[in-house]
């Protein structure tokens, strides 16, 4: 089954207003700051089918920024009960939202599936490194941390043993056994 890919481009200026030292805005087809929402129904997509999501950093007003290299760093993702929760602060993540373990993290793009299994908001955050910075202990890092929400699991599959909510990513099983092999790896 094919999956659901969207490209989502951050754009970051520097602020000295903004806690980061930058100010950042997401645009998705022409739309800026759209919610990072998911919906497998509205999508036509069944439960074994995700979504591959590939952010793209704008460098051409990002100062500089670019993607924190470290699997473990450069996206964090956790559950919060509302759109208006507290952001992503510390190192956390998910089973359901995790970086693809087939796709090299680039300066300036790194590639997440969300397999959308519940109905949930999220915070993620991204990690950039300053001009000059390299991934290591007390790195200050510019954090983007917007909010999403999976709408629904989908549309169900069965087949003679029931319903499967399984996909494949590069031959890697997504979900418990994808993380695990992300993790496994050192991915996440």
Request: charged letters at 15%; one cysteine or more.
């Amino acid at each position: 089954m094919a999956n659901h890919e969207r490209t989502i481009t951050i754009h970051a200026v520097a602020d000295s207003n903004e806690p980061s030292g930058y100010r950042f805005w997401m645009m998705e087809g022409g739309v800026s700051n759209p919610p990072l929402e998911f919906n497998k129904n509205n999508d036509k997509l069944k439960k074994s089918q995700y979504y591959t999501l590939h952010f793209k950093l704008d460098n051409n007003e990002n100062g500089g920024l670019r993607f924190s290299k470290d699997p473990k760093t450069v996206m964090w993702a956790k559950y919060v009960p509302s759109p208006t929760s507290p952001c992503v602060a510390a190192e956390c993540h998910l089973e359901e939202i995790f970086l693809d373990p087939a796709t090299p993290i680039t300066d300036d793009s790194i590639t997440v599936i969300n397999v959308d299994r519940t109905t949930n908001y999220f915070a993620i955050g991204f990690n950039f490194l300053r001009p000059g910075d390299n991934d290591g202990p007390g790195v200050n890092y510019a954090l983007y941390d917007p909010i999403g929400g999976n709408q629904n699991g989908g549309f169900n599959v069965t087949s003679g043993s029931g319903t499967t909510a399984a996909a494949f990513v590069g031959g890697a099983l997504v979900g418990v056994a994808g993380y695990a092999l992300a993790s496994s790896t050192g991915l996440i």
